[in-house]
Every structure is written in structure tokens, then in C-alpha cells.
């Protein structure tokens, strides 16, 4: 249609925005606590068995990426139509709550807040369990949830306390677990893609070559913004 606009990369803070978003959506430690949730759910007694569970796990990882995947349009679609047409660039969440409720209504802000809030108790979560599971892992111990909990809350501390802007400190957060997703990513296709552990699930050559492109690609952004941010002009 004339005069629509069509998505594409402005500068470093548009690459940063979308690494943001991908290590939003695609949370590394995501993959481990999801590995560790569902290994003792249903254990298959024959191959038979642990193929057809592998087949629902994946319309289970399907549905959840889907929706993350639509909700992150959405979001884009909505602030794209709300203040980018109105020549408004929002670089603080407490702006955005406002011009939801100017150009919206207040139902908006307040759906918005509650989203944020949402959101961050879900993310507080999957963290929690996350690093659980995986220092359960490293060194055989469980550590007590308060202290666990206590130490997970002592870096958002000190970035409010410090005085930082809490959404750039968010959105940098993001960017970092966009990183951490290649090495999360490269493990699982090697373990995935041998059949000494895997066994009848073992990766299929097209999966496995599609999963390294998809790696390739990402730590190409990775690089590529890490080159832009330090030696760009």
C-alpha cells in the first residue's frame, strides 16, 4: 500500500532494540529450566514412547513461542501506530504509561502497568527456578529460595539506586540475554545432534544444520553490534 512503512534497521540503537527483543522472547535460561521442568514430567519406558512425548513437548514450545512472538508484534504495532505517528520517542517507561493514557485512555495505561508487572513477576520467576536448576547442576546443592532471592535482587537494586535509567538498564538487560543465547544455543545442538546420548530423537541433519545457521546468525548480530557500539563511527 503507498506510504506504508516497512520495518528495517536504523542505526545501533534500532540493532540494539532487536537484540533486546530477542533475548526477551528467547530467554537462554529459559532453555535450561524448560529441559530441566519436563525431563521428569512423563518418562517414556520405549522409544515409542519418548518420541511421542518429544512430539508434544514441541507443539508445547510451538504454543509458547507463538504467543511471545505475537504479544511482541503487538507491542510494536501499538507503539508504532500510537507515538511513532505522532512523532513521539518514548526512552522511559514512565513516558509510555502517560501517553498511553493521553492518546488511549486510562484503561490503557493501566492494562499497560499491569502487563509491566506482570511480566516482571514472570520473568523474576523463570529466573529463580532457572538458576535452581542449573547451580543444582554445577554443584549437586540446593540453595535456600530467601537467599537465592536476596542475591537475584541486589543487581535491579543497585542500578535504581545508582540512578540509571531503569528502561535503558532493562533494555540492556535484554541485549545481554541476547548474547547468552548462543551459548546456550551451541551446547544444545552438539548434545541434541548425537545419537550416543540422544538415541531414536537425535537431531535429523536438516535440523541440525538449520539450528547452526539460526546460531550463525545470531552471533552475527551479536558481533556486529558489539563492533558498532565500541569501533563505529
Known sequence: MKGMLVPQF????SILLAAGILGATVMPHAIYLHSGLTSRRVIGQTPKERKKI???EVVDILIAMIIAGIINGIMLVVASSTFHSHGIVIDDLTVAFKQFGHYIGPSAALLFGIGLLSAG???SSVGTLAGDIIMQGYIRKRIPVFLRRIVSMIPPLAVVISGVNATYALVMSQVVLSFGIALALIPLIIFTSRKAIMGNLV????TTGAAWCIAALIITLNVFLLYQTFFGA
Open 54 to 56: 518429544f512430539h508434544f
Open 121 to 123: 513477576l514472570s520473568s
Open 10 to 13: 536504523q542505526g545501533v540503537s
Open 203 to 206: 537431531n535429523r541433519k536438516t
